[in-house]
């Protein structure tokens, strides 16, 4: 990892995707002592099965979770942009809000979900893959160029990220070594209770999950990323 890469900003759809997809690198970037924080797009206020839940109230809990997790691996900050979940479309406002939120933390690395369609279905969400396209699309061009989004100056100055890191589940460029954060990993995970009947069985999976993507680095769990250099 780039020593230059003080701050970090991980930009994803739901409530506990960060965790899921990047929670044991988020801690090691923690530990290493620069400053993380969140912004997650959608309030997650679809994503239950109890009948007897309403929207409101789910996305209060799934906020709440969310800050627990973020604060169980040490993030600094998270941002809810309130996006209905499982209704994110590719719109200007979406593009702004992003921006704004880039140029707000100024962060050296973005951290965020793949765009493309992958055979794993949980992590080719619709939202995932068009909340990973706006983030691409806010990290350049628009958070560096002062015209885009004119209304967002002066208080939201224009920004360059140095690097992006895209999560990944085949075929990954970047194979991060999360053994000493697998169980800061799983326990901010735990936070997001509201989502899981069964943790023992996620956590196997988990588990299961990351060993496959450590094992061709001889790493007992790891997490994945492309990674997009745009400045040295
Ligand atoms: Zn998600």
Excluded at 45 to 51: I, P
Excluded at 81 to 86: M, P, R, V
Excluded at 99 to 127: F, K
Excluded at 194 to 211: L, P, T
Aim: aromatic share 6%.
């Amino acid at each position: 990892m780039r020593e230059g890469n003080r701050r970090v900003l991980v930009i994803t759809a739901h409530p506990d995707d960060s965790e899921f997809g990047a929670g044991g690198l988020v801690a090691r970037l923690v530990k290493e002592g620069r400053e993380v924080a969140y912004v997650v797009v959608t309030n997650g206020n679809k994503g239950s099965g109890d009948r007897s839940m309403t929207p409101d109230r789910l996305a209060r809990i799934r906020e709440e979770e969310q800050r627990n997790a973020a604060r169980t691996l040490g993030v600094v900050g998270v941002e809810f942009l309130g996006y209905e979940d499982c209704e994110v479309e590719e719109t200007r406002d979406l593009r702004r809000d992003v921006t704004r939120e880039i140029r707000r933390w100024r962060p050296d690395l973005v951290i965020c979900q793949s765009p493309n369609r992958t055979p794993n279905l949980g992590a080719s969400h619709r939202d995932h893959r068009i909340v990973g396209g706006v983030v691409l699309d806010c990290v350049y061009p628009l958070a560096r160029d002062h015209m885009a989004f004119p209304e967002l100056l002066p208080e939201f100055e224009p920004h360059k990220v140095r690097e992006v890191y895209v999560m990944q589940w085949e075929r990954a460029q970047l194979v991060v070594d999360i053994t000493d954060t697998m169980d800061l990993k799983l326990q901010a995970l735990a936070c997001h209770a509201s989502q899981f009947a069964d943790f023992a069985g996620v956590e196997a999976r988990v588990r299961e999950r990351s060993a496959t993507l450590g094992k061709r680095k001889g790493y007992a769990y790891a997490e994945a990323f492309d990674r997009i250099v745009l400045s040295r």
